[in-house]
Each structure stands twice: as structure tokens, then as C-alpha cells.
Nanobody, 116 residues
């Protein structure tokens, strides 16, 4: 059984930065793929960034390219999302998602609020 625990959300002004983190138990290397999603109020959950099994070939939603970076922190057994130059439209609950063969896991979410 895999558990995902997100943290690092908060409130920031336009142009600021935040880093959200998803700590994986028992091991991040038991996973075949990981990703960050977000859900804004009244909107559907959307894919923000994805990190497949090779842990190298990242991909991003067009709206965050050049501003967000998804990466693994080996020391903390975590999947992080560094978010720079934040915009009001980045506001939402950010969720970590992970896969093993035939199974998908979700974290509980962490709130990110960007104000102008």
C-alpha cells in the first residue's frame, strides 16, 4: 500500500514562488509514474506536470511551461513541484497522483492561493 502526503501549499502574491511536496511511503521507486494535478474552484481537476518511470522525461501543461518544475527529491523520498512566477489562475488545490501496475493513488491535496 502506497501513501502520499502533500505539503507546502500556502498563499503568495502574483509573481511569487512556492514549492509543494509529496512524500511517498514506503518508497518512491516502487512507482511507475507520478504526476501533479490541480483543481480550481468550480473547475475540473487538470494535469499540471507528469514524471514517468524513467524519472527524467517530464511533461507539463502549456499553462505552466517555463514556470513549474517537477522533480524527485531522493533524500526525502518525495515528488516536488517548484512553482515560480505564480499567477492568480494557478490558484487551486494541488494533488499528487502515483501509479503502480493496475493501481492509482491520490494524495489529500494542498491549497495554493495566488493573490494580486
Amino acid at each position: 500500500q502506497v501513501q502520499l502526503a502533500e505539503s507546502g501549499g500556502g498563499s503568495v502574491q502574483v509573481g511569487g514562488s512556492l514549492r509543494v511536496s509529496c512524500v511517498v511511503s514506503p518508497s518512491i521507486f516502487s512507482l511507475t509514474e507520478m504526476a501533479w494535478y490541480r483543481q480550481a474552484p468550480g473547475k475540473e481537476r487538470e494535469l499540471v506536470a507528469r514524471l514517468p518511470r524513467d524519472f527524467i522525461s517530464t511533461s507539463y501543461a502549456d499553462s505552466v511551461k517555463g514556470r513549474f518544475t517537477i522533480f524527485i527529491d531522493n533524500a526525502r523520498n518525495a515528488l516536488d513541484l517548484q512553482m515560480n512566477n505564480l499567477k492568480p489562475e494557478d490558484t487551486g488545490v494541488y494533488y499528487c497522483r502515483a501509479w503502480q501496475p493496475g493501481i492509482t493513488y491520490w494524495g489529500q491535496g494542498t491549497q495554493v492561493t495566488v493573490s494580486s
